[in-house]
């Protein structure tokens, strides 16, 4: 392990004296950004397996790119009507778009055509899942504290992007499925107040399913998102580099120093090892799982509509908002304002990414911490509130997801469609506040095992007696510690916690001024 410290720097020559060939070094230095390559290379990275989500999400973002730019070779995104004559029999003699033609083309005719396709959408969700994943482990640790807030909304930004280019996506083959995906999606847009129907003339280009929806989403799905993704994630890692890895509490770890792998060769090595067993798997599973059959849905109708029919997870939420919320409508002036799809396909979401916009900016204000610097992880039962809001808001989401299903659970359990979706409203209210109670709760009483773990040891399992006749366990002092986990001699409990987020970190703010 080697620790990379900030605002170091080797002793100068004196004055008069250079060393031979300097000249010629700083000539070059001043035209090319070659100056600190070697301080670069020895960039430290902690060691630990939760940091290695980012990098999840980059490799499968390069495997996403890779698979990609191989599929656009053969997908047509057009929606003018042709009967279907290749190798796929069942469907030979069908009228179907040109979209749908291709993607069969792509999965039957073309070889090694559908291992392609299912590596990239077994790729796209892993992309979303591993952002989700980073999210939270960021979120947990405290790490998008100043200085990293903008690196927080940076990340905010890549999920929301990555939703909407999974979608894009998703809906391009034209097949049963992703038309009623889309079918749902315009009528979000309907239920917009006053624009809706101008917004849903504009996206697909007339009345529904008009002819250039996948014409437009192909444009947005190959290039302007794929743009902005990859725009996104180099300012996020020049970020990263710049601003250094937050790191867990331990010795030798202080908020002015990183303690961890150089990048080159040692951390270099790690994480060529993790692009090959993500882009391996990932093949694995294009090769053997099979995903998104379209060939099993047929061709989009606007008369056909799939039973049983499930967007992929990273939208589930939405659908589940949609069949939780009642049948809500309001008639004002000759309009009809549909509450029940306005409200959970348009405010809930917005909230939502609102809300996650905004929390490190509101926490930091009330604790008093916005002044501070953090580089050190916070454990996540440190910040009792903080862990709270954040397993709540998990459970809200998977009550969600739950409930974007529900028809297919009340049908796989035979129990009532009607109980289930009250069960799962009662739920999304009662379910979040819980976790919230007992999750704060868990936070203090392993806090309170820990101290007293450290303070008597581990028991042995021997038990002695005393010479008054009584029994005591015997204890060894603890040599064992988890990542950030406090060793002795333990300090004193704080006899007035902050009561928002819970105890502030034990390490000095950095200095204001600091060199990189």
Same mark, same amino acid.
């Given at each position: 392990?080697?620790? @990379?410290?900030?605002?170091?720097? +080797? ?8 060393? @031979?060939? !300097? ?8 035209? /090319?950004?070659? =100056? ?50 290749? +190798?796929? !029999?069942? $469907? ?7 979209? #749908? !033609?291709?993607? $069969? ?56 992007? @990555?939703?909407? !280019?999974?979608?894009? +996506? ?23 107040? %006053? ?7 504009? %996206? ?77 798997? $990932?093949?694995?599973? +294009? ?23 499930? &967007? ?5 939420? *939405? ?5 939780? %919320? ?21 405010? *809930? ?5 609102? %809300? ?35 397993? @709540? ?26 109980? *289930?979706?009250?069960? $799962? ?5 009662? =379910? ?21 773990? /450290? ?25 064992? #510690? ?5 060793? &002795? ?28």
């Amino acid at each position: 392990m080697r620790a @990379a410290r900030r605002g170091t720097a +080797g002793t100068p020559p004196p004055a008069g004296r250079r060393p @031979a060939g !300097e000249r010629f070094a700083d000539a070059a230095d001043a035209r /090319l950004p070659v =100056a600190d390559g070697g301080k670069l290379l020895r960039k430290a990275f902690p060691d630990h397996w939760s940091f290695l989500l980012g990098e999840l999400a980059l490799y499968s973002l390069i495997v996403l790119v890779l698979t990609g730019v191989w599929l656009t070779l053969w997908f047509k995104p057009e929606m003018r009507e042709v009967t279907y004559g290749g +190798g796929y !029999e069942p $469907l030979r003699g069908v009228r179907m778009s040109q979209a #749908f !033609e291709s993607t $069969l083309q792509i999965s039957f005719d073309v070889r090694g055509g559908l291992l392609i396709r299912q590596a990239h959408h077994w790729a796209a969700l892993v992309f979303i899942a591993a952002i989700g994943l980073h999210l939270l482990r960021i979120f947990f640790t405290g790490a998008f504290r100043r200085p990293r807030e903008m690196n927080w909304v940076i990340g905010v930004t890549l999920f929301v992007l @990555a939703l909407a !280019e999974g979608f894009a +996506g998703y809906s391009l083959p034209d097949d049963l499925l992703s038309g009623t995906g889309l079918r749902i999606a315009q009528g979000i847009m309907l239920s917009i107040p %006053v624009v809706g129907t101008y917004v849903s003339m504009f %996206v697909f280009g007339g009345e529904f399913p008009a002819d250039e929806i996948v014409t437009r989403l192909y444009s947005m799905h190959i290039l302007l998102l794929p743009g902005a993704l990859i725009a996104l994630v180099t300012v996020h890692l020049i970020l990263v580099f710049y601003l250094k890895h937050t790191q867990w509490r331990g010795p030798g770890r202080t908020n002015t120093n990183v303690v961890g792998k150089p990048l080159f060769p040692h951390f270099a090595a790690t994480s060529s090892g993790l692009f090959f067993m993500v882009f391996g798997v $990932l093949a694995l599973l +294009g090769g053997i799982a099979q995903i998104n059959p379209v060939w099993v849905y047929g061709p989009y109708r606007t008369d056909y509509v799939s039973t049983g029919s499930q &967007p992929d997870w990273y939208v589930g939420f *939405l659908e589940g908002a949609l069949r939780l %919320v009642p049948p809500w409508e309001t008639a004002v002036a000759g309009h009809t304002i549909m509450w029940n799809v306005l409200l959970p396909a348009v405010v *809930l979401p917005a909230l939502l990414f609102l %809300v996650l916009y905004l929390y490190p900016f509101v926490e930091q204000r009330l604790t008093g911490e916005g002044s501070q610097e953090h580089h050190l992880c916070d454990r996540p039962r440190e910040r009792p509130v903080r862990t709270g809001l954040g397993v @709540a808001g998990i459970t809200f989401y998977g009550v969600l997801l739950l409930a974007g299903g529900n028809d297919v659970v009340a049908q796989t359990f035979r129990i009532s469609l009607n109980t *289930l979706t009250w069960v $799962l409203r009662i739920a999304l209210v009662v =379910a979040p506040v819980l976790a919230f109670m007992l999750t704060r709760r868990l936070c203090h009483a392993l806090l309170n095992a820990e101290r007293e773990r /450290l303070a008597e040891g581990e028991e042995t399992g021997e038990v002695r007696q005393s010479v008054e006749g009584g029994y005591e366990s015997g204890h060894r002092p603890v040599d064992k #510690f988890r990542p950030g986990a406090p060793r &002795p001699p333990l300090t004193p409990p704080d006899p007035h916690p902050e009561p928002r987020t819970g105890t502030s970190s034990p390490e000095p703010p950095a200095p204001a001024h600091r060199h990189r």
